[in-house]
């Protein structure tokens, strides 16, 4: 899935930090409209946390966000700080957790407020002023 939506942002988006965050929005839409992500995500909720499915899932999400961030990084978008790395692993650990907290609090009904409050916060700790003034968060 990831690949996929890396693929359908990458084709709409100049700005590699944009399609990243364009995706775990597209994300959270489809979680409400497509069956398959919707049971492919309650798997990965119920699953033993070393579940080596769940574990190869994520494991996939974090190199797709680890690609983009590393071309962003190559494209100047990025903070020279930044390490890519860990960078991924704490996007995708805050997503996965904020699929947690939306679903426990709200049953999901607010995912996406919750996401942009995510983006806002630390995307401005990732890339440069420039590209941070020019980000959406929906």
């Keep these: 899935l990831w690949h996929r939506l890396r693929d359908e942002q990458l084709a709409v988006e100049a700005s590699l930090m ?3 965050i364009a995706m775990s ?20 909720r119920e699953a033993v946390f070393f579940d ?8 996939g999400w974090i ?23 860990h960078a991924a692993e704490q996007i ?5 957790g904020l699929q947690f907290v939306a679903q426990a609090l709200s049953g999901g009904t607010d995912l996406r407020s919750r996401l942009a409050r ?11 002023p420039s590209v941070h003034e020019k980000l959406r968060f929906e």
């Design 25 to 44: 929005f597209e994300f959270a839409r489809r979680l409400d409209s497509d069956l398959t992500v919707r049971v492919s995500a309650k798997l990965l």
């Design 118 to 128: 995510v983006w806002r916060a630390s995307s401005g700790c990732l890339v440069t």
């Design 92 to 96: 995708v650990a805050e997503l996965l």
């Design 52 to 59: 080596v499915a769940a574990a190869a899932q994520v494991v």
């Design 18 to 20: 944009q399609a990243l």
């Design 63 to 85: 190199a797709v966000v680890r690609e983009l961030l590393s071309l962003a990084q190559q494209r100047g978008e990025l903070k020279s700080e930044v390490n890519v790395r």
